[in-house]
């Protein structure tokens, strides 16, 4: 088979750039006290960033690699894609299973009076142990009993026919010139065949079809995809939800609260403010401590929560002070300023054709809406439907992390890991790649699902719209998780009309970045 070199260029490219941009991004937020160790989490994260990015990114490289008209062979590319997303799924499995808890429990487990690293292997290889099995004991039962893919059909069925006596003798009741072919072969009543057709003694079984349902049983693979991906939709709802509306109007509210520059006095004004602050959360600190330290938890656990609000306060405290500090010199914020309001402004229109898209698309199926929009792109120029394929699916993903981030700043339901630059510690790198590695694999299943008649017939199609959207009770459960994401988003848009900001202050001294 032909291969598309522009392609196969592409993907080299972008497999270098995307561990070059994961790098950076790693050594842009990386902590100064892990600048020259932790090399082993470091490489876990870089590694486990660049297997998201693939994840989404080989979603419009399917598409491109199906379309290719000088390599169309049947309804794939020059690319055996398949092979592709078996090594990128199973390396994620891996990773999520595997690789990144070990890493994360045992730089957890380090401590520096320690003489050897065995005091943080065994708790981390025992900790890695117990997730791995409960998952796999859930993955056995479930793929023995009811691992099997359930694809809805419809048979037609028809009487043989002999052309060469249809085509040459006039009085045959088959004459091609009078029977409508279409209508008998396809048609689900068999009164709608040709007028010819009632010659025949048996008119009312010659012509009939027949719908059921085909079960399949999968292979550990697509379970272990479809399970991963169910996993993935219980956070995703959530945090996708609420990270469509939240991630457009928090880039636009990052423009209109940019820092401005300040008067010494003012500054020296707001510095002491800060400073009642800080004193007021050392008290605050101190109360949950004797709380903590007395073994009280609280009503349904409220002191772990206030615990996880307090960390998050600090955060934020901490973001006020750069951001005061910034405010002395404004000149190097105006860029990415510049750049968050058209980015905002975008960003809500991608936002609100996603949520239309799943309402008008994926639940009523009432019409293609955006899988029509992406095809009259590649008719206009092959590339721009697939680039926009992308762009949404990078949002999507976006979306989900900034929703993440934003349920825990407004509730202090779950343990915040703030990325910021050249403060982020590993264990936050490693909870986060977690995240994403979770949520890339299912942005890949609901952009395949939701981009079905654009991308049909791609590998991606085959693998999660025909078998794990149909899996014996994941399938089914996915449909209903589409309502609940944009109930998230619903409450996400009043919530955030009321209080706007996540933990913001005063103009100049706030910040919400992740």
């Given amino acids: 088979k032909k291969m598309n070199w522009f392609l196969i260029i592409l993907a080299i490219v972008g497999f270098f750039l995307t561990f070059a941009v994961a790098m950076y991004l790693v050594a842009l937020y990386c902590s100064e006290e892990d600048s020259n160790q932790a090399w082993l989490p470091k490489i876990i994260v870089v590694v486990g960033l660049a297997l998201s990015a693939f994840t989404v990114l080989l979603l419009p490289f399917d598409v491109a690699n199906r379309r290719d008209p000088e390599t169309m062979d049947g309804s794939t590319g020059g690319i055996n894609l398949a092979v592709l997303w078996q090594m990128v799924l199973w390396t994620i499995a891996a990773w999520v299973l595997f690789v990144t808890p070990f890493a994360t429990f045992y730089y957890e487990s380090w401590d520096p009076n320690q003489k050897t690293s065995c005091a943080q292997v065994r708790p981390a290889l025992g900790y890695t142990f117990v997730t791995a099995f409960v998952f796999f004991l859930l993955f056995i039962i479930l793929w023995l009993t009811v691992g099997y893919a359930d694809l809805n059909y419809e048979g037609f069925s028809s009487p043989a026919v002999n052309w060469d006596l249809a085509n040459?003798?006039?009085?045959?009741?088959?004459?091609?010139?009078?029977?409508?072919?279409?209508?008998?072969?396809?048609?689900?009543?068999?009164?709608?065949?040709?007028?010819?057709?009632?010659?025949?003694?048996?008119?009312?079984?010659?012509?009939?079809?027949?719908?059921?349902?085909?079960?399949?049983?999968?292979?550990?693979?697509?379970?272990?995809?479809?399970?991963?991906?169910?996993?993935?939709?219980?956070?995703?709802?959530?945090?996708?939800?609420?990270?469509?509306?939240?991630?457009?109007?928090?880039?636009?509210?990052?423009?209109?609260?940019?820092?401005?520059?300040?008067?010494?006095?003012?500054?020296?004004?707001?510095?002491?403010?800060?400073?009642?602050?800080?004193?007021?959360?050392?008290?605050?600190?101190?109360?949950?401590?004797?709380?903590?330290?007395?073994?009280?938890?609280?009503?349904?656990?409220?002191?772990?929560?206030?615990?996880?609000?307090?960390?998050?306060?600090?955060?934020?405290?901490?973001?006020?002070?750069?951001?005061?500090?910034?405010?002395?010199?404004?000149?190097?914020?105006?860029?990415?300023?510049?750049?968050?309001?058209?980015?905002?402004?975008?960003?809500?229109?991608?936002?609100?054709?996603?949520?239309?898209?799943?309402?008008i698309y994926n639940l009523s199926k009432a019409q293609p809406f955006l899988n029509n929009m992406f095809s009259g792109l590649d008719s206009f120029f092959p590339l721009f439907g697939t680039l926009c394929y992308a762009i949404f699916a990078l949002w999507m993903l976006w979306a989900a992390v900034k929703g993440c981030f934003k349920v825990g700043c407004n509730f202090g339901i779950i343990q915040i890991h703030p990325m910021k630059v050249n403060g982020t510690l590993m264990s936050s790198f490693l909870f986060n790649t977690l995240l994403v590695l979770l949520t890339s694999v299912t942005v890949a299943q609901f952009c395949a699902m939701s981009f079905r008649a654009y991308a049909a017939n791609t590998v991606v199609d085959n693998l999660f719209s025909t078998y794990v959207n149909n899996l014996r009770g994941i399938g089914y459960i996915m449909q209903y998780f589409q309502i609940a994401l944009l109930i998230f988003s619903f409450l996400a848009f009043l919530y955030l009309l009321i209080k706007p900001y996540c933990c913001k202050g005063k103009r100049g001294d706030d910040s919400d970045d992740d």
């Fill in 168 to 359: 040459t003798d006039p009085s045959s009741p088959f004459n091609a010139n009078d029977w409508d072919t279409t209508n008998c072969f396809c048609a689900k009543d068999p009164k709608t065949c040709s007028k010819n057709f009632g010659k025949l003694p048996d008119t009312e079984s010659a012509c009939f079809s027949k719908s059921g349902t085909l079960s399949i049983k999968v292979s550990a693979f697509v379970y272990i995809v479809g399970l991963l991906t169910a996993i993935g939709w219980l956070s995703f709802i959530v945090f996708g939800g609420v990270g469509l509306i939240a991630l457009p109007m928090d880039l636009i509210n990052d423009w209109r609260m940019r820092p401005e520059r300040l008067t010494r006095l003012q500054y020296e004004t707001r510095k002491k403010e800060l400073a009642t602050e800080v004193q007021e959360l050392l008290a605050s600190g101190k109360k949950l401590e004797e709380k903590q330290a007395a073994g009280e938890k609280g009503f349904f656990g409220s002191t772990k929560k206030n615990i996880n609000k307090f960390k998050e306060k600090v955060n934020v405290l901490e973001k006020k002070w750069e951001r005061l500090n910034d405010s002395m010199d404004v000149n190097r914020q105006v860029i990415l300023s510049i750049i968050k309001l058209p980015l905002g402004i975008i960003g809500i229109v991608i936002s609100l054709m996603w949520i239309l898209h799943i309402i």
